[in-house]
């Protein structure tokens, strides 16, 4: 044995393994095999069971049921059951519920750090210092959601039975951010567990037991992507929250269409690590330990494309190769280990395949120089230099330890670099400039930006993507309201198909009473002809000919998109400067409301003091968002001490905009001026039966001093057009409000970039009472999460 003597020479680590023979008994105890909590029961483990390893001895340390048809059924019948009981409990006593588990998870926080250091491979560092401890954090600020929600929400309500499926990198933290938000607002919850790391689930759901949540309010069933698919498919589910892949966030985008499911995604990512000439370089490698090697780069929001500024790089790359050298790799329950195992073999084939083709692509990998152990699925950490943006390992996720690298010159470059990528998950800016790091961090399109720093989280921010790295947020105020849905409307009534189908207008259809309207498309801020050049006839109420509008067709949509995608300037003008547009928007329409409110009286055979009356309301809607322009402020969040976290509102870039029949007029307003008032373009595809209405109030947004593209309108065959919107990867937002069937097809169609859908699910609404509001405003901005440290 080693003196200390001679330890103190050589300053070598001694091993220092954490306990587990707490877990290791709890293991024995199940060692019949692991099934699922259902109704408030624990089932019977049945055949077959799949092994669980511990992936860095390749120990089988449980074995897993996999939950078919009959369990998820169950399952989603019991959380339909408890649901009504769970939500009139009221928010106090759910917050009682919630902080009962808090205290319970503190209570065994080191018997939960070594159980998911075992089934995970992740280190006892991270997981005794970091995961437990955020899961404990979760349930307490939800336990305090749970509290204020009826005051902090009024006219809210639970949305149901949600199903929610996560992955494997921090199994029980992304539980809690599934769990916490979700029964803190009264809905009730059937989970599955990714099944290569279920064993904390299980060990939550004893948890639940032992507090005496009520029975059915939680249920987890555990299986792989089948039963993942069994539940969120499932019919008796009302919300679908995942976090995963962004492959399988395709799939279920296209799974829920048309269901009339609420859908959150939280998905892979591609994270720039931006450095600066003037950042503190060896803070900044520090950050690469906690951005890439942390988790073994197992994290969505890895700083995984590191990005350096090209004057500092060779230095940044020295100190980066020999902190590299400094990294402790093996066994995760040793309290001095840096980096653990990699979660499967599966998952470190995937990786070294990866890496490979890096290789093969002409980059060059430093790795930390370390011995690995000879059982397990571990990969030695390191970093790549001359990648390219095109090389393969710079534009997919790798998931492992290895960062790649590029250079850049000029800040401006830098954010090109940063967003050259379909993902928008997180980024890192270092930067001892503040003015540099707050414009770099608000350039970058990410839901999250550290600047000076990496991978914090905090129950009280935000976290969630932008692009193909998902929709919806988790964390904070903005996360719990994914968990709300507004109090009933009065149902409407489902909203046929247009009964006009718009064909190019034959020759010689005459309009019945000689006004020739030869209508067109409003595109970049001019009236421009149909690029087929065809029109249709519209009728009037009578069925009479009251003029031609023009047939847009998929060149129509895309140039409308363009003009939209250059009006870029608008997101940034100040909200002041958008209000002022607006309320000229309405004194324009104020200036021709009898014109209006004939033309609609004939157009839909509404009573003169009704069409008037529509008017009215959309010149008292634009004045009222003109109103929100500037009102809807972001947040500085509480979050750790000596960070500034802020939630800064940000518009989606190009909305597509589909308006129904009913008060063509209003809902084309009411559609339009949300987005404009919080800084989108629209694309508006306008009532297709009574599209004169937008053909003349395009005349009334030419002399309203908006930007030419900001706004776009479109005629022709809504659910064509639609889906051409749906399609278009420059549309970041969709709302949609035409029949069921079209609800189905745009959510389908949006699943390719992702996009935000937003529909009223085909059911006609009262556009006066029921059109206007602040969710409407929150549903066209989304959110930004930055984090700014101060102090020395
Ligand atoms: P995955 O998408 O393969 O699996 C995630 C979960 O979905 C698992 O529980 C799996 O069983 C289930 N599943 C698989 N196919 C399904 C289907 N067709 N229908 C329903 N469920 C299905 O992802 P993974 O490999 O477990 O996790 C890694 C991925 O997760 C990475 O891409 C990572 O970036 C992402 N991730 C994202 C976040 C975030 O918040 N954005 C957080 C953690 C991980």
Redesign the pocket.
Known sequence: MASIRDIMDIMDYGPSPEASGEVRAWLRGHAGGIGHFIDGAFTKPKAPLADVLNPATDEVIARLSHAGAAEVDRAVAAARAAQPGWAALGGHARARYLYAIARHIQKRERFLAVLETMDNGKTIRETRDIDVPLVARHFYHHAGWAELVESEFPGMGPVGVCGQ??????PLL?LS?KVAPALAAGNTVVL?????TPLTAQAFAEICAEVGLPKGVLNIVQ???????L???HKGVDKVA????????R??RE?TAGSGKKLTL????KSPYVVFEDADLHGAVEGVVDAIWFNQG????AGSRILVQESVAARFFDLLRARLQTLRVGDPLDKSTDVGAIVSHR?LTRIRDLVASGVADGAVLHSADVDLPATGSFCAPGFFTGTAPAHRVSQE?I?GPIATTLTFRTPGEAVELANDTRYG?AASVWSQDIDRAISVASGIKAGVVWINGTNMFDAGAA???MRE??SGR?GAREGLAEYLAPGARPKGSPRPAPGLVPVAAPQGDGVADGIDVTAKLYIGGKQARADGGQSYTVRDASGAGMGQAALANRKDVRNAVEAAAKAGGWGGVTAHNRAQVLYYLAENLAQRAEEFAALLARATGATPRSARAEVEAAIARTFWYAAQADKVDGAVHATKSRHVTLAVNEPWGVMGLVAPDEAPLLSMLSLMLPPLAMGNRVVVVASQSHPLIAARFMQVVETSDLPAGAVNILTGARDELAEVLALHDEVAALWYCGDAAGVGRVERASSGNLKAVWTDGGQSRDWVRDGQGREWLLRARQVKTIWLPYGE
């Open positions: 499926v996560i992955p494997w990198n921090f992304m951010w599955k567990p990714a099944d290569l299986g792989g992507a089948e039963t993942g698919a539940v969120t498919g995942f976090t995963g892949s962004t492959a399988v966030g799939a279920i799974q939280e998905l892979g990512g197992e994290v969505c929001c998952q996720e998931f998950l976290f969630g993507g790295s998902g988790e």
